[in-house]
């Protein structure tokens, strides 16, 4: 059995993080294959439902990434998914999910740099933590 390799999910605001994304691919910018991206539009839209089921279906870890506060296209959103991250990371622990594995970051659209680092970063925290506690329950 090799080694490792987390699966992480994360939500991105289509205005900054995901074009920081796309900046980081067209520099060609290395970064980690083991994130899948779901762009939305904004993070205000990500239901706090879709992080949990990404938990229970055996993500090591999920990120929400949108506009720097202030910045927002749609005024409030990345406020009201602060708010959102904030009440998950008190609750994660009650379903056995450690609060490392969701994070909330501000991206803007030039830090394809910025961008790259955090998914780099993000890999190697989650993989010190290993597998997640749905994934090692799941029965195939």
Request: charged letters at 20%; hydrophobic letters at 45%.
């Amino acid at each position: 059995m090799g080694e490792f390799e987390p699966t992480i999910i994360a939500f991105v605001c289509n205005w900054c993080t995901y074009t920081a994304a796309d900046l980081a691919g067209t520099a060609r910018l290395g970064y980690p294959t083991n994130v899948r991206l779901i762009r939305v539009m904004c993070t205000g839209m990500v239901d706090p439902k879709y992080v949990i089921k990404a938990f229970l279906e055996g993500a090591d870890a999920v990120l929400v990434s949108g506009c720097n506060p202030g910045d927002c296209h749609y005024i409030n959103g990345n406020y009201k998914a602060r708010r959102r991250i904030k009440l998950l990371k008190e609750i994660l622990p009650q379903f056995g999910f450690e609060n490392e594995r969701l994070r909330l970051t501000w991206i803007g659209a030039s830090d394809g740099i910025v961008f790259a680092d955090i998914m780099k970063e993000m890999v190697t925290q989650i993989k010190g933590l290993g597998p997640s506690e749905a994934k090692t329950a799941m029965v195939i």
